[in-house]
């Protein structure tokens, strides 16, 4: 009953975002408040709607009601709660029902954060988001119901995969999915904008705070996945330039992009067109990463049920909506003043430079991660793929001269820079970095150049982003006081481009330690046995049999010393899931040492009983890989805290005084 | 702005043409690897199934494998944790180099998280050899997947 409940509930917010769409259109074309308020009130239910669907879902999930067919599939009774309820959208219908979830959600909050949008631009905005809602709970209506009944419910359902019944896997796709749809929004803005004709520096400012949302949420829901993939997949992968990877690291790109151009349009009123462009760019990327994900063209490490219709299905989805947006593009952008000169070596050409060499990126991974599907369609017979070398040819470099010139940035003043007072300001950063790197090198044992290079990098990275700090509250030169007087007074934007320029430093130390100096050693061992890896010993003390939720597990007691002292135990295990046709996976254990990780895994046994049996223990040494994940949650929490300044508040309507202030403001910049 | 985009857009350009020349991984079937002769060295995918009764775990951690299409097999040589869907009779991509022993030293391993699932360039091996059989194809994973 509940089920049909969510599935009544699903179709109402399809007819509720039908009349979203017509009533905001109506209202913006007869300037009616009251047809625009209808509109809204209809986002506002498709909403809810869409929210009573998803706990309809999550309801026969917890209670596992076998008779709907995608929890039979992908849920079993024997689950912890945790996993029935992340069960939800570990199934294709339950995560395009989630997109759709997060895709109304954010048109409610349009409705309710978009006061100080112009009416228009707002009737139109809210209008976009609904059609965009049409298409996408559409399509889970017709081709991907979630509510589907079985006739013959089986006593006992189909267990989810069990490598995916981990809490970072489950809670990572609703951050994916607020990053990837949180860019509907500024694909809504972008067609209100371009519909409307008009762009003006407000439009840039509302803008950055949506942008900056969806792109800190794409961050988490990258690293977690990633994360998960460091410490599931055995050897510590963490990135493989897979399609799937691709898919999500393409609008992280381009909604990087995305938000600098928006900062030299608010304050310069240049860049127009280009800002609307990446604005549509960013959601088309996450509607085409969707399309690769879930058509199963491209070949993945990471499986995906993959289904050709509705792949043919999502890709008509993309057409229609990007299509029609950047054909409005095509047909509006002249349209839009703004183009204005500038000098090249100012704050505004440093962001145009930077949105050059990161759309390029992005570019190139898009090229990468097609090229496949493209020689295929000229030679069936001859299948390629495209892996980490091709990255590390054309991404690598480009990325490389991007970051080098990444401190340059907030050094240079608007409108006119002065490129050497700026090298002046940063040449004890570019001192530290040098020293950093050349450290490194007399410590470490020898590796390859492009190591150091990288090093370099990341340390520069770090020195530069607190050389801006010290030159912004002229640390050294002015008396402490002032300094400090100065430090609170930063607006909360510099402080968070400086934590996320530093997050990407941290990112690419991490990366560089981990890819350079990462050990391993793997041996059978029986209990007593000890094996080394690094400067750590590990000696097998047990092998015991554990019973969990749905598996039993043969668990390994492992200690570890270093120098003789024993630092921590380590208890990784085999287990094998019954219900998952005997599937057996290997849960690793990790010991935390600073910033790096002792990385220990069980194999199988090998044959042999009582005193002889010996089990293949891998060890693996991953110095500094904690920065390969805490450098992007820097990143997401600078764009949190810019996300928090007063000028970009998105919310509160701006006294009369501060208006005022902002218009002198504008009016002298 | 022209003359800033310019130079950005031809290093790519000129990075992207390099790299597709010498950086796309080349897929090979086993009769196709036999026949064509793969240059040792050169990093390749080999895609078939996991030869039945081929796989020997030894105790440093090595483990030996073939791959075959029923037709020709590839000896195959991996240091290092096996993906948890890794067995017998599955199908299986390897990514890595010929040694001059004719040995596939796979840098990496790729089996899908999910069981039922043969990858797509296995299958068409498989069907390139002749040995591809619509009853000993898979079951069609149903619509579960990973997120």
């Keep these: ?669 | 702005m022209v003359a800033v985009a310019a130079p950005i857009l031809a290093l790519a350009v000129g990075l992207t043409l390099y790299a597709m020349r010498d950086a796309v991984i080349f897929f090979y079937g086993p009769s196709q690897a036999e026949t064509e002769h793969v240059p040792p060295g050169r990093l390749v995918r080999i895609g078939g199934l996991v030869a039945p009764g081929t796989v020997i775990r030894s105790a440093d951690g090595m483990v030996r494998f073939s791959i075959t299409d029923n037709v020709h097999a590839v000896p195959a040589l991996y240091r290092g944790q096996l993906p948890d869907l890794f067995r017998e009779g599955q199908g299986v991509v390897a990514q890595g180099v010929f040694d001059d022993a004719g040995v596939f030293q796979a840098h990496e391993v790729l089996a899908k998280h999910d069981e039922k699932y043969m990858p797509k360039e296995v299958v068409d091996a498989l069907k390139k050899s002749g040995q591809w059989r619509e009853t000993a194809a898979p079951a069609q994973a149903p619509a579960k997947s990973a997120s």
Excluded at chain 1, 66 to 77: D, E, K, R
Excluded at chain 1, 290 to 316: K, M
Excluded at chain 1, 374 to 394: C, E, H, K
Excluded at chain 1, 496 to 520: N, P, Q, R, Y
Aim: net charge positive; hydrophobic share 55%.
């Design chain 1, 1 to 669: 009953m509940i089920a049909e409940l969510g599935a009544f509930a699903l179709m109402l917010a399809l007819a509720l975002s039908a009349a979203q769409a017509a009533l905001s259109a109506a209202g913006r074309l007869r300037h009616s408040p009251a047809l625009q308020g209808a509109g809204e009130g209809a986002a506002l239910g498709a909403f809810i709607a869409v929210l009573l669907a998803f706990l309809a879902l999550m309801d026969a999930f917890v209670r596992s009601d076998f008779s709907v067919a995608n929890v039979a599939q992908n849920s079993t009774t024997t689950e912890a709660l945790f996993y029935k309820v992340t069960g939800v959208w570990g199934s294709h219908e339950g995560s395009v029902l989630l997109w759709c979830l997060v895709l109304t959600g954010f048109g409610g909050l349009i409705v309710l954060f978009g006061d100080n949008l112009p009416r228009g631009l707002k009737a139109l905005t809210v209008m976009t988001q609904g059609v965009l809602a049409v298409l996408f709970i559409g399509y889970t209506v017709f081709a991907s119901s979630p509510f589907a009944r079985l006739a013959d419910p089986p006593a006992e359902g189909n267990p989810l995969n069990p490598i995916l019944q981990d809490p970072t896997f489950a809670i990572h796709p609703p951050f994916l999915y607020c990053g990837y749809v949180g860019f509907s929004v500024v694909f809504s803005l972008g067609v209100a904008a371009l519909i409307e004709g008009k762009v003006d520096a407000a439009w840039a400012r509302w803008v950055r705070p949506w942008a900056l949302t969806a792109w800190s949420f794409l961050t988490v829901g990258i690293t977690l996945g990633s994360f998960w993939s460091y410490y599931t997949q055995g050897w510590g992968g963490w990135w493989f330039w897979d399609p799937v990877e691709n898919a999500s690291f393409m609008p992280w790109l381009a909604g990087a992009a995305l938000l600098h151009s928006a900062i030299v349009t608010e304050k310069r009123g240049i860049l127009v067109g280009w800002t609307v462009f990446l604005a549509l760019v960013a959601f088309s990327l996450a509607m085409l990463g969707a399309f690769l994900v879930r058509s199963g063209v491209l070949t993945s490490v990471h499986a995906f049920a993959v289904d050709p219709t509705r792949g043919t299905l999502l890709l008509c989805i993309l057409a229609i909506a990007a299509g029609s947006a950047f054909s409005l593009f095509a047909w509006r952008a002249s349209k839009l003043t703004g183009g204005g000169l500038f000098a090249p070596i100012s704050r505004e050409g440093a962001l145009v430079l930077n949105n050059l060499f990161l759309s390029t990126a992005c570019a190139t991974v898009l090229l990468g991660t097609l090229f496949p599907l493209i020689r295929q369609a000229l030679t069936p017979n001859d299948p390629v793929s495209v892996g980490p070398p091709f990255y590390a040819l054309t991404f690598m470099p480009l990325m490389a001269i991007t970051l080098l010139l990444v401190p340059f940035g907030p050094m240079l003043a608007w409108k006119r820079g002065d490129l050497l007072a700026a090298a002046q300001r940063l040449w004890v950063a570019a001192a530290l970095a040098v020293a950093g790197a050349l450290i490194v090198l007399a410590l470490a044992r020898p590796a390859q150049v492009l190591s150091y290079v990288g090093l370099a990098l990341g340390f520069w990275l770090i020195f530069g982003a607190l050389a801006e700090l010290v030159e912004r509250t002229r640390l050294f030169r002015a008396p402490a006081a002032e300094s400090l007087r100065r430090l609170g007074g930063l607006p909360r934007g510099a402080w968070g481009a400086t934590l996320a320029h530093l997050g990407v430093g941290v990112f690419v130390l991490g990366a560089c330690f981990e890819s350079t100096w990462k050990l391993d050693n793997s041996q059978a061992l029986t209990v007593g046995q000890s094996m080394t890896v690094g400067a750590y010993t590990l000696r097998l003390d047990s092998v015991t049999a554990q019973d969990g939720a749905g598996f039993s597990a043969d668990r390994a007691a492992i200690s570890a010393f270093r120098d003789g002292r024993p630092v921590c135990t380590l208890a990784p295990e085999r287990r094998t899931y019954p219900l998952a046709a005997g599937q057996t996976i290997s849960k690793k254990s990790i010991c935390i040492r600073g910033a790096s990780d002792l990385y220990v895994g069980l194999d199988d046994a090998l044959p042999g009983t009582g005193d002889a049996q010996a089990w293949v223990v891998r060890a693996y040494w991953y110095p500094w890989a904690r920065f390969i994940f805490i450098g992007p949650i820097l990143m997401a929490f600078g764009g949190l805290i810019s996300l928090s300044d007063r000028r970009l508040r998105f919310s509160l309507p701006q006294s009369a005084k501060a208006r005022v202030g902002a218009l002198k403001a504008k009016a002298t910049p």
